[in-house]
């Protein structure tokens, strides 16, 4: 069976965002206080593997196994939006959970009927 070239893109997406994410986390300024965040992304990367795994395999659980990772991936960007160094304004977390929420769902919908 072949893999539709979406379902590709978004597996390769999913995994090289959420590295990504990881990276960021790792250079940021102050160990022991970004413990926190340092775990919220380790999980975050460990889900993206799963998902991204599920997805390239089209295995039977793929479509479950991204919606965890989105879950995952929508509560570590409140979580890094809101232990930024700067400070956390509502405004700017709202609204990027508010664009990821809405790029999550389109990719859902198009994953279900992928899948």
Request: glycine share 10%; proline share 3%; hydrophobic share 60%.
């Amino acid at each position: 069976m072949s893999r539709p070239f979406g379902v590709t893109l978004i597996a390769a997406l999913l995994l090289g965002s959420s590295l990504w994410a990881g990276y960021r986390v790792l250079i940021l300024p102050g160990g022991d206080r970004n413990h926190a965040l340092l775990v919220s992304s380790l999980v975050l990367v460990a889900l993206a593997l799963v998902a991204a795994e599920a997805l390239w395999s089209l295995r039977s659980y793929a479509f479950v196994a991204f919606v965890a990772w989105g879950l995952c991936a929508m509560v570590a960007l409140a979580h890094h939006r809101l232990r930024a160094p700067g400070g956390a304004h509502f405004g700017g977390v709202i609204t990027g959970l508010v664009y990821a929420g809405l790029v999550f769902a389109a990719a859902a919908i198009y994953l279900r009927r992928a899948v």
